[in-house]
């Protein structure tokens, strides 16, 4: 799988590590950067991965940043992007099999390597179920994002 990841200074060391594991289980790797532990913006990022995945340069999404909560919320304002903050292994995995989630948010400060090797394999391992009630809760979150794309609302 083409996998794009995307990091801001606090999440960058966790973004290397990230990248070497993805490579090692076979995937490949598009880096939107950040390449450095200098301080930048993380919206910047977020929408490099958004950009990515809707532009088909990947499949997948991974955005670090210190907590995980600016990326989330940054890269949730791009159509078409599901972000989701995860920091246990259920909600990696829950959050495309029901949610259809497409980026996978984490914060370096809040967890370790492993844990965030293990968020990523779930993620990377889960697929949309296409349950009807799921299909059906997407749908609706589709027409908000709709709604809200074609008014001044």
Do not use: W
Not at 7 to 29: C, N
Not at 103 to 116: F, S, T
């Amino acid at each position: 799988m083409r996998v794009v990841l995307g990091s801001d200074h606090a999440g960058y060391e966790l973004k290397r590590t990230l990248a070497e594991y993805l490579r090692e289980s076979g995937h490949e790797v598009v880096d939107v950067g950040t390449y450095t532990t200098a301080p930048v913006d993380y919206p910047d990022y977020a929408e490099a991965v958004g950009n990515s995945l809707r532009n088909g340069q990947a499949e997948r999404g991974v955005l670090v940043c210190g907590s995980g909560v600016g990326a989330s919320v940054a890269a949730n304002k791009i159509p078409r992007i599901r972000a989701g903050l995860c920091h246990d292994y259920y909600s990696a995995h829950q959050g495309v099999e029901h949610d259809d989630m497409n980026v996978l948010v984490l914060g370096a400060r809040v967890i370790g390597e492993e844990m965030a090797k293990e968020l990523l394999h779930a993620f990377l391992h889960a697929t949309f179920s296409g349950e009807e009630r799921h299909v059906r809760r997407l749908e609706k979150v589709n027409a908000i994002e709709a709604h809200y794309l074609r008014s001044d609302c």
